[in-house]
């Protein structure tokens, strides 16, 4: 290898620079290049990095503080007792296992009671205001029902003859008056048979006119009756439908409305085939909002037998709750939350429900004494409430001193004006 004076590159012994080949120019302009990107390396190098004590940071926490020392509250033996504090303690029971499934409110068997025309006929207006969805006394006229009759051949002949042998009557009976009434003028007759033949064109009137009125009626509706019926509510309830209108022609047996009453719903409880055995059919079921917060408002409902159904492309079977819906709060469709009693049980972790505390985002905390006046607030996810016990899906260790009487007023003094 020897040093090419033109270039300082070294280069094979046997070549000189002016016998250099295309190729070989090649290789040398790329060492150059890579002599030079080295140097300046070496160059950035040796520059001063900027010190990293110099950057400024993205945020700034003045007073931190650690959550566990937020949420300590030491009270004075003369606060603890006007508070009247009380303890419990979180244990490990065997508690009954618990599904909670939708369910759906559903009127009882005997809820709807239809209500047919006795008779055919042409309906008029019942009691006022009865529209569907208004409420109904047992008794109160929903419609008025004027029946047809089957005219008798020659009625109006006969009607005809009545008026005719009424009026006859009429001017006999006025002969016979004035006839009585000359004699008791000339003291030659009794007032009583004035009184007498008074009474007979009275009678005999009544029937003329009696008479006509049927026959005008006969005219205008051949076929319809003196009487007019009602049709009431069978029962108490709420007018569910109504086929009908004042005014219209209806047959017999023909259905004119429905009542239901709600006072009392049943619940449909879809549960999956595969669990149907495991619940225990003899207990009352819980019914809730669909949310299915622990520890939220509910109402019992004892278990019913009721028609089997089922649904085989869900792959379920329906139970059936009855429910007491005395507010009406209740309706047919509605969807609710149910919890059942399975017949097995589980060990859990409980604390008393009073002793859970539910802060503004719905997180759930208790107050754990861990020394003498010393009370630090733990959170908890509660799973469910069985008998106002709180099962842990995670708590306190067994055996941990939780405040139960006395719990909102420690937690009105960690977050604002306590006693």
């Known amino acids: 290898m020897t040093l090419s004076p033109d270039t ?13 080949k295309p190729a070989s120019r090649a290789v040398r302009t790329i060492v150059v290049l890579g002599i030079a990107l080295l140097a300046l390396g070496a160059a950035g190098c040796g520059s001063k990095a900027p010190n990293a004590a110099t950057r400024s940071a993205p945020a700034k926490i003045d007073n931190p503080e650690k959550e566990s020392d937020l949420a300590t509250i030491t009270l004075t033996p003369e606060a603890e007792t006007r508070l009247g504090i009380q303890y419990s303690q979180a244990e490990f029971t065997s508690v009954s296992r618990s599904l909670t499934v939708s369910g759906e409110i559903v009127p009882t068997a005997d809820a709807v009671v239809s209500v047919s025309s006795p008779m055919a006929g042409t309906l008029l207006p019942g009691d006022t205001g009865l529209k569907v969805g208004t409420p109904v006394r047992k008794g109160q006229a929903v419609f008025r029902l004027q029946p047809y009759l089957a005219p008798e051949r020659g009625l109006s002949t006969q009607l005809e003859r009545d008026i005719a042998s009424a009026e006859t009557r009429i001017a006999a009976a006025k002969v016979r008056l004035a006839r009585a009434e000359q004699l008791v003028r000339d003291r030659a007759g009794p007032q009583k048979a004035v009184d007498q033949n008074r009474e007979e064109l009275a009678l005999a009137e009544n029937d003329a006119r009696a008479a006509r009125e049927r026959l005008e009626k006969l005219k205008a509706s051949p076929a319809a009756a003196d009487v007019v019926m009602s049709v009431a509510a069978p029962r108490d309830g709420v007018l569910l439908r109504v086929n009908a209108a004042a005014g219209q022609n209806v047959a017999g047996s023909a259905v004119l409305f429905e009542v239901t009453n709600l006072s009392t719903v049943w619940v449909r409880v879809p549960v999956y085939v595969g669990d149907v055995d495991s619940v225990d059919r003899s207990s009352a079921a819980r019914i809730g909002g669909l949310d299915g917060d622990p520890g939220s408002p509910a109402r019992s409902a004892r278990p019913v037998s009721a028609p089997p159904t089922a649904d085989a492309a869900s792959s379920t079977a329906d139970l059936y709750y009855e429910l007491p819906n005395g507010d009406g709060r209740l309706r047919p469709g509605e969807r609710v939350g149910v919890t059942l009693s399975l017949k097995s049980t589980e060990d859990s972790l409980v604390v008393p429900w009073a002793a859970v505390l539910h802060d503004v985002n719905g ?10 006046q010393v009370f630090v607030r733990r959170p908890v996810e509660v799973r469910d409430v069985v008998d106002r016990l709180a099962v842990l899906a995670r708590g306190p260790a067994p055996g941990t001193r939780v405040v139960t009487a006395g719990a909102a007023e420690l937690f009105g003094t960690e977050f604002g004006p306590g006693k």
């Open 8 to 20: 300082g590159v070294l280069m094979p012994s046997n070549v000189s620079s002016g016998t250099l």
């Open 363 to 372: 997180g759930t905390w208790v107050y754990e004494n861990t020394a003498p």
